[in-house]
């Protein structure tokens, strides 16, 4: 009975990196979505930003999940937490930078 009780909080903590992954993947698109409504909310832009998201998160997801297979296989949790931080800080940038189109 000891055996479980010890292995179940190192789980859940993983869970909740992994929850937190996600959750700024969601605020990096939301990011990108204020930015196509701020500059017109037009189709092209919103089309254009969700394109531009998805690039983005492909790209960076990739270089992500290699370097996480060469440094910290089976730590999944820790992947997906630090593609969602990368996306979180695109999408603020993506953003911010709505303010500077004339």
């Known amino acids: ?6 292995i179940a909080p ?19 698109l939301l990011g990108h979505l204020f930015a196509a409504r701020a500059i017109g ?7 254009d930003h969700i394109i531009g998201f998805f690039l983005i998160l492909l ?12 440094f910290w296989k089976g730590r999944h949790d820790i992947t997906l937490l630090i593609v969602g931080v990368v996306q979180a800080l695109f999408g603020a940038v993506i953003y911010v930078e709505r303010f500077h189109i004339h």
């Open 1 to 6: 009975m000891e055996t479980s009780s010890v």
């Open 10 to 28: 190192a789980g859940t903590a993983s869970r909740r990196w992994a929850w937190l992954g996600v959750l700024l993947i969601v605020v990096g």
């Open 41 to 47: 909310g037009s189709y092209v832009a919103y089309k």
């Open 59 to 70: 790209v960076s997801g990739a270089l992500i999940a290699g370097l996480g297979w060469r």
